[in-house]
């Protein structure tokens, strides 16, 4: 018995250092990710620029932090229904609490009870009900935090809304006139158009989609437009990249070559690399993948 005991600890033991290791692995995979992302965005828009974008960022969680949470984040969460509160179930730990949130949203479709299976006691229950309490905290701090910053950099207005004044071109231009990309007044226009868009397309979200989700519930219009700029900032920052390689190394500007492909410059740049790849021989995508290939 002792044995088996010994074997069954080490066996615990052995799995928590595994799942340990991989935390690790990933949490150092979002780090060369960031690191990587913060590279690119220094590449477009300078050093001095995308410096002064962290320091904002960090100084503004330091004061948001000591601030309270408006009282309507607050009173919103509270108000979550528990299909709302099944969202959060893949970020919960507790199996018990996983069960009966999936459960939860069910409940008016079943018209007779029938017999628990497993039924929970009522010191079960009690820890669900405190692990939802703590979660919807979770959730206050998280979208408090962030709309406080936000607003702090006058990405969003004193309301809550995105002022999509701010990403006209002139607005842009003023902003990154100095940095590389920034230079060239296509750029600009790409990623002021590229904001409209995604003003519009927050719009057009219904609520009810929205509401399924806590945190799109409470901050969805705004969540959704800065996911689509940012995107869309990060891809015009590849492909003005793209299109300066086509015109340093091959010769061709896409702002004055026609070659038959649809979009701006900078979109018609990705199209290009990719095709040059593409129509390379074996041998040479074959050395190319060896010296440029993420690896880590």
Not at 101 to 122: M, N, V, Y
Not at 168 to 182: M, R
């Amino acid at each position: 018995m002792e044995l088996s005991l010994r074997l069954m600890i080490t066996a615990m033991l052995a799995n928590i250092a595994l799942v340990s290791a991989h935390q690790d692995a990933d949490d150092y995979k979002k780090m060369i990710a960031k690191i990587d992302h913060y590279n690119l965005m220094e590449k477009c828009y300078g050093k001095d620029l995308i410096g002064k974008l962290w320091y904002v960022i960090e100084e503004g969680y330091r004061y948001c932090e000591t601030l309270q949470t408006p009282t309507s984040i607050i009173t919103e969460v509270e108000s979550l229904s528990a299909d709302e509160m099944e969202a959060l179930s893949s970020v919960l730990t507790n199996p018990s609490l996983v069960n009966m949130l999936s459960k939860s949203g069910r409940r008016k479709k079943r018209q007779e009870a029938k017999e628990a299976i497993f039924p929970l006691t009522d010191e079960e229950k009690e820890e669900i009900k405190e692990e939802v309490e703590e979660h919807k905290e979770y959730i206050v701090t998280e979208v408090g935090n962030l709309s406080c910053i936000l607003t702090r950099m006058e990405y969003l207005k004193s309301d809550g809304v995105v002022d999509i004044n701010d990403y006209s071109f002139d607005k842009i231009k003023e902003l990154i006139a100095d940095s590389p990309a920034g230079q060239d007044d296509d750029f600009v226009t790409a990623v002021s158009d590229a904001a409209t868009h995604c003003y519009e397309k927050s719009q057009q979200w219904s609520q009810n989609v929205l509401d399924k989700d806590p945190h799109m519930k409470l901050f969805g219009r705004q969540m959704v437009f800065f996911d689509c700029i940012f995107k869309a900032r990060e891809d015009y920052c590849y492909k003005w990249q793209m299109f300066e390689g086509m015109r340093d190394i091959y010769g061709v500007d896409l702002g004055v070559d026609n070659l038959g492909l649809e979009g701006n410059k900078y979109d018609a740049a990705g199209e290009a690399w990719i095709e040059v790849f593409e129509h390379a021989d074996h041998v040479y995508q074959y050395i190319d993948d060896f010296f440029w290939n993420k690896r880590v």
